[in-house]
């Protein structure tokens, strides 16, 4: 994801969180560790229209190994785990508010729903959408009416649902089953690119519902 000020920051498995330098194309590392603990395998990254970051940390976890985790780095550099229970943690973004925030749970093929009280700690997780088939859910997007929209591995599709967490719709890959990530493009926020892995393809989709950008003024 792109900050506001132009730098991109990149989820490394191995090295952790890395910044890209948009004027020299340079990448250096950004944040390596939780305090002197490496990370498993960071995997998915979200700002906050504060400037919040959160990520995943996947690593190789998942059922047999349900130590997944979910991290905030503050605007002003304060990291903080929000959770380390999560079996495969993948894909994150915020909901249309920003009180809460949306985890890919791929190996529990799900996605939780992590609210936020009013200090700005987490309160009464759960889960918000159950999938079935696949590998499980990975990257996601937030359309600008609030809904999300989950890419779904093994099953080579794009689901779409509302606000309210109701499914309206699917978006069938025209070439492989890995649909793995998306992202909704500039100028017109109304076409969703789809990364589809086993092909190496990048697809693209028209949707009547553009994407929410990081950042908005709430």
């Known amino acids: 994801k792109f900050h506001k000020d132009g730098r991109g920051f990149i989820t490394d498995y191995k090295h952790g969180i890395m910044i890209l330098d948009p004027v020299n194309g340079k990448v250096m590392p950004w944040l390596t560790r939780s305090q002197v603990e490496p990370f498993k395998g960071v995997n998915d990254l979200f700002f906050a229209a504060n400037g919040d970051l959160y990520f995943t940390d996947q690593g190789l976890t998942g059922l047999h190994d349900p130590t997944g985790r979910l991290f905030r780095v503050t605007s002003q550099g304060k990291l903080t785990c929000l ?9 994150v973004v915020m ?33 918000y959408i159950q999938l079935s088939g696949g590998g499980g859910p990975d990257g996601m997007a937030l359309d600008e009416k609030g809904g999300l929209l989950i890419a779904h591995v093994g099953m080579g599709a794009v689901w779409v649902f509302n606000e309210l967490g ?5 978006i069938k890959s025209c070439m492989g089953h890995f649909i793995t990530n998306m992202a909704f493009g500039w100028p017109d926020r109304n076409t969703l690119y789809i990364t589809e892995s086993s092909t190496g393809t990048i697809l693209t989709a028209q949707l009547d519902v553009g994407g929410r950008t990081m950042y908005s003024h709430l």
């Not at 190996?107 to 009464?124: E, Q, S």
């Open 95 to 127: 909901n249309h508010e920003e009180t809460q925030v949306y985890v890919a749970v791929t190996r529990g093929n799900c996605v939780w729903r992590v609210p936020f009280l009013r200090d700005g700690n987490i309160a009464k997780v759960g889960l």
């Open 83 to 91: 959770l380390d229970n999560i079996p495969s943690p993948n894909g």
């Open 166 to 170: 109701e499914p309206v719709g699917r």
